[in-house]
């Protein structure tokens, strides 16, 4: 055998190997892929946008600020500075979220959403409930593990803050983290979002992908899938008129309420969901399939 077809024959060695890593770790696309043939809605356009969600030859313009790693779960942080914003839509007033300029602390806001494979690890040390599994089908299955968990309420997502040294983002933290301080209309800027950039409804997707996908639709600090993949549980407590009466500075939420807010679109909202001034709201005990979180922390 020559040197030069050993070379060759290591180096397709080399290729298949990768490829079978690559295929092993990003398991859930091929199983996405079977699932819809077997129920007849496979689409090449559909695989195509599922593809697009990690960005190959695309480079993520967002480097963050700083970044530090939690040493309770792996999660990677990254800062938002102190300073003032501009919360709320612009424009025709708004009765629910009306733009009013906001003063911030700085803070760390997790970089991406709590995945099942970190909410695991509460649960195993008896800290955090585990999700409502009958009714999910991606917890505990190891294909899933980088999936956002879902299916968890208010009280486990703040569970989860608590048990990981963190705390649930007010929706003034979340805000500012997902649009930054230059009024963006989503975390990437003023562009139509679009396969490329988040999970959505117009992504053919149907269900949520790993917390690390769609870098170049990262905000301004860094953080990804503020827009899009899951819907995601914020501090506060929802009030319709919080906006009109808030602190300028670090504002908490209403006193009292019966439903939390909520922020992010999800996978399969519509592209009018996707604003990441949009706001949401449910009741704490509820859970479903379309909801996850992401925690935060003061910065010292």
Known sequence: MSKFSAFWKISIAFLILAFALILIQNFDVAVRAYNAMKAGTFSVQGLRYDLASYNFGKLSIVQPI???????DGMVQVLVPAGEFNMGKDGKP???SPQHTVYLDAFWMDQVEVSNAMYAKCAEAGECPSPTTRLDPFYGKW?????????????????????????LPTEAEWEKAARGTD????????ERPNPRLANYAESLIGEPVPVYRYPLGASPY??????????EWVSDWYSRYYYSESPRENPAGAE??????MRSGAYDADANELPVTTRYKHEPAS?????????AEPAE
């Open 66 to 72: 700083e970044v530090k790693v939690s040493p309770v």
């Open 94 to 96: 708004d009765v629910d």
């Open 222 to 231: 860094g953080a990804l899938n503020m827009a899009g993949n899951v819907r």
């Open 287 to 295: 859970a479903g399939l379309s909801r996850g979180f992401r925690c």
């Open 183 to 190: 009024e963006r209309k989503f975390p990437w800027g003023n």
């Open 143 to 167: 294909i899933y593990r980088d999936y956002p968990v879902v299916y968890v309420s208010w009280y486990q997502a703040q569970a989860y803050c608590e048990w990981a040294g963190r705390r």
């Open 256 to 261: 009292a309420g019966i439903e939390r807010s």
